[in-house]
């Protein structure tokens, strides 16, 4: 193996000379994509997320391009056109999968939350059921609780 002028740095495979290495902060791609660069699907999504201003019913609104491809899809499906009809009901047959499936995103899905939730309508009917002038109790309305003798 060949020794570099500068030092006791070996040359050889996987080892190039000190001054042709990449120095820090370069690339080894200089002309490959630059920082930043968007992907087709990160642009679509953009685009699809811009607002424009639409006239609907006599009034002036801002709503996506997404929403706006939803209303003609449905509208030229509802107007008859054969091509537009499998597009939506294949698209509705995906939304409803999710819903069966339980896919969607819930908002109280855990065993704790449900316990708060029904906690919580429990003592809005307890307050339904009380006068608005009781003050609500903390005693256990339990009735194996109450009806004890010690």
Request: cysteine-free; overall charge neutral; charged content about 30%.
């Amino acid at each position: 193996m060949a020794k570099d002028r500068e030092g006791s740095f070996e040359v050889g495979f996987g080892k190039p000379p000190r001054s042709t290495q990449f120095k820090p902060g370069q690339s080894g791609n200089s002309k490959g994509r630059p920082k930043g660069a968007r992907n087709f699907a990160t642009a679509l999504e953009h685009e699809l997320q811009a607002t424009v201003v639409v006239t609907e019913n006599g009034k002036r609104k801002r709503i996506s391009k997404r929403q706006i491809i939803a209303k003609q899809l449905v509208n030229k499906a509802v107007g008859g056109d054969p091509r537009m009809m499998p597009l939506l009901f294949n698209e509705t047959r995906t939304q409803e999968d999710h819903l069966a499936d339980g896919t969607r995103d819930a908002v109280f899905d855990t065993v704790e939350d449900q316990k708060v939730i029904d906690n919580i309508v429990n003592r809005l009917r307890q307050l339904d059921r009380e006068s608005p002038e009781m003050v609500p109790s903390t005693q256990p309305t339990d009735q194996a609780e109450t009806d004890e003798v010690p």
